[in-house]
């Protein structure tokens, strides 16, 4: 853990036997030095977390119906309705009969002794939007049956007159790493990421960063946190 260097290491883990959140939170510093396919094999597969899957009480297979893909932060991502697939599934009602079930497996046994608590975050989010640890989420935990109800609300920023360089895509930025549709989240996340940049010579391992530029060291999570 943490590649070159130690610096400061010994003491996450110290403060991680009492306070896990520590060890949580400098995770992506910590394996910042591994590749992208390396991260991905430390993580679950979609057969290691989903046992069952429906969609209008119709079975899916889960390995064609979700799609992957890995976030530095949250680790291996499996998503329903992802926005590169080409064949995607409409809601035709209300209730749960009309919507999709999925039954999980935790693999509890394979869990870190100081992890305090067992569950899988679910997101709930636009076909076209990427999530970031930080999303709106909900835990599912073992032995529970969980609902997810939603109600959509829709709106639509006018452009000008009547707003100042209001921004509809992506490419109407100056920065945006992160797949899928523009957002003020993403926007804002880009912006910071610019900003360790100028200040660390690097870019926040917690998230997308712009192709060939680095990710921080386990070393230089001291001039992050002074920003």
Not at 70 to 87: A, R, Y
Not at 122 to 128: E, K, L, R, S
Request: a negative charge.
């Amino acid at each position: 853990l943490g590649g070159n260097s130690s610096e400061g290491l010994i003491d996450v883990i110290d403060t991680g036997k009492t306070n896990p959140a520590t060890v949580i939170a400098a995770l992506p510093a910590l394996l910042s030095f591994l590749t992208d396919d390396q991260r991905v094999d430390m993580s679950y597969l979609v057969e290691d977390m989903i046992v069952d899957a429906t969609f209008e009480e119709e079975s899916l297979d889960f390995r064609e119906s979700f799609t992957f893909f890995n976030d530095p932060s949250l680790g291996n991502c499996f998503t329903f309705n992802h926005f590169n697939v080409t064949e995607k599934y409409q809601a035709r009602g209300a209730g749960p009969r009309y919507g999709l079930r999925v039954t999980l497996a935790f693999n509890v046994q394979e869990y870190a002794p100081w992890v305090e608590s067992v569950g899988v975050l679910t997101y709930i989010h636009p076909i076209g939007q990427n999530i970031y640890l930080e999303s709106v989420k909900h835990t599912v935990q073992p032995g529970n049956s969980d609902q997810i109800a939603m109600k959509k609300h829709s709106f639509k920023r006018l452009r000008a007159p009547f707003a100042a360089k209001c921004i509809a895509k992506a490419d109407e930025v100056q920065s945006f790493y992160f797949p899928g549709d523009y957002s003020v989240d993403g926007c804002l996340r880009s912006c910071y990421q610019d900003s360790v940049f100028r200040s660390c010579g690097c870019m926040d391992p917690s998230y997308a960063r712009k192709p060939g530029v680095p990710s921080c060291a386990f070393d230089k999570l001291a001039c992050i946190d002074e920003m």
